[in-house]
């Protein structure tokens, strides 16, 4: 499964056979794939026993801009959500030599304004804006300046519904 948000993903692969993986394992090349920044495994057989076992997935590709609003290419993924509607989804994370912090929220209820924290671990606010909004999908990237290394929480308030999530800075 590959996610170019987190939130919808696409089926890229499935083993519809019965016979044992070869001792090097199986291996599935995708030329030319769209450019997708999550992959997720999901096993359901094993020829061998009841278990399932994953040894080692790589995951080879050039490092591409920032997905925004304009390719986030939502419409080729399926409706298939792994979070509910209020997600927050933040990516690099953990961040990444000081790049860019992409998230994602849907904003369902129409609000117009929202404003965004990023908190210590002692809850101390270090950086506070406020933004407007678009009905549906919403994309903010902001830049890792002067976060202490650890742990830090995002939080999106907007109206009613507040989203927070732990980002790491190692």
């Known amino acids: 499964m590959a996610s170019k948000n987190g939130r919808y993903w696409k089926k890229l692969v499935t083993k519809n056979n019965t016979n044992p993986a070869k001792k090097k394992g199986d291996t599935y090349i995708f030329n030319n794939a769209d450019p997708v920044r999550f992959i997720r495994v999901e096993m359901t057989f094993n020829s061998a026993n009841t278990a399932v076992h994953l040894i080692e997935l790589q995951a080879f590709g050039t490092p591409t801009k920032?997905?925004?609003?304009?390719?986030?290419?939502?419409?080729?993924?399926?409706?298939?959500?792994?979070?509910?509607?209020?997600?927050?989804i933040v990516y690099p994370n953990p961040i990444v030599n000081n790049n860019?912090?992409?998230?994602?929220?849907?904003?369902?209820?129409?609000?117009?304004?929202?404003?965004?924290e990023i908190l210590d671990v002692t809850g101390n606010i270090l950086q506070k804006k406020?933004?407007?909004?678009?009905?549906?999908?919403?994309?903010?990237?902001?830049?890792?300046?002067?976060?202490?290394?650890?742990?830090?929480?995002v939080i999106v308030k907007m109206g009613t519904t507040t989203m927070k999530k732990t980002i790491v800075n190692p």
């Not at 909004?133 to 830090?152: A, E, S």
């Open 66 to 88: 920032a997905l925004n609003n304009n390719n986030l290419g939502l419409n080729n993924f399926s409706n298939q959500s792994l979070y509910n509607n209020q997600a927050l």
């Open 130 to 153: 406020y933004f407007e909004l678009n009905k549906g999908m919403n994309t903010k990237i902001l830049k890792p300046t002067h976060l202490p290394k650890h742990y830090n929480s």
């Open 100 to 116: 860019p912090i992409v998230l994602n929220f849907d904003n369902t209820q129409d609000y117009k304004k929202a404003s965004l």
